[in-house]
């Protein structure tokens, strides 16, 4: 579960706000676009839900986190428990493929036995199991980008969000990529893609949120398709959430 609560955030310098009282709320298992124009706010937000930045106003809870309560010492712990993936893949170079998987399961603190179990079968899931062996300098950008959504799922998170995972891909590598990110979501975890490509959303057909000027302006909850040109949507009272008393101890266990 994600929830915004009137969350607003103003960057020093800037005269509008990034994020305005944007508030929403993402059920368990949902597949959601996060769609807008560069500056429209969505890289905002998504560093909200890691925790990269803090809102100056608002109340933001991720799988029954109040991330009020996410100290500082406790933020790593807190981002082991999201898959995130992002365009410019991040992998280790001197690393294969196998060795970037298991470098994120052993950070977070999974036994060598459990590691060697889970590695082949989230290599399998992404299609790189004969890829196992290679450096990224040796993969193609879609194969690059399957290590990336590897290593963000092998710790089986419930949350997982993509910030253009398709980007400089070409039609059909990206195509593949937005395949394997609905197997996943048939697997039972939340999917959040910020994208510009206009013809995977409209193709999916999935729930799409429309961010213009740091404001939400279009929730298409169904058969979304991709469209900036909308007005502010009339906002709604925000949802009733009890919080947890610690941020890594929640009374009800999502992610």
């Given at each position: ?6 969350v607003?955030k103003?960057?020093?310098g ?17 597949f ?10 969505k ?23 109040d ?7 406790h ?8 898959g995130?993936?992002f ?23 999974m036994?060598g036995?459990e ?22 300098d ?78 939400i ?18 906002k ?13 101890k929640?009374?009800?266990?999502v992610?």
């Amino acid at each position: 579960m994600i929830l915004f609560d009137s969350v607003t955030k103003k960057y020093p310098g800037d005269s509008e706000a990034a994020l305005d009282s944007v508030s929403l709320h993402i059920e368990p298992n949902e597949f959601v676009f996060l769609v807008g124009k560069s500056g429209a706010g969505k890289s905002t937000l998504m560093k909200m839900i890691t925790k990269e930045e803090i809102p100056d106003s608002g109340k933001i809870i991720i799988g029954g986190i109040d991330l009020d309560y996410v100290k500082k010492r406790h933020i790593p712990g807190y981002r082991r428990r999201l898959g995130v993936v992002f365009q410019d893949f991040k992998l280790l170079p001197r690393r294969t493929v196998y060795e970037n998987v298991a470098f994120a399961l052993e950070i977070a603190g999974m036994s060598g036995k459990e590691i060697r179990r889970t590695v082949p079968k989230v290599l399998e899931l992404v299609d790189l199991s004969e890829q196992a062996n290679k450096f990224p300098d040796q993969l193609s950008g879609g194969q690059a980008q399957r290590v990336s959504i590897a290593r963000s799922v092998a710790r089986q998170p419930k949350i997982l969000i993509a910030d253009e995972p398709t980007a400089n891909l070409d039609k059909l590598t990206t195509q593949e990529i937005i395949d394997l990110l609905k197997r996943i979501n048939d697997f039972g975890t939340t999917i959040l893609v910020t994208t510009h490509n206009e013809n995977i959303v409209n193709n999916l057909q999935k729930r799409v949120i429309t961010l213009k000027d740091g404001k939400i302006v279009n929730d298409q909850k169904n058969n979304g398709i991709y469209n900036l040109d909308s007005t502010p949507v009339p906002k709604q009272p925000a949802r009733r959430v009890q919080t947890p008393g610690h941020a890594l101890k929640p009374r009800r266990k999502v992610i």
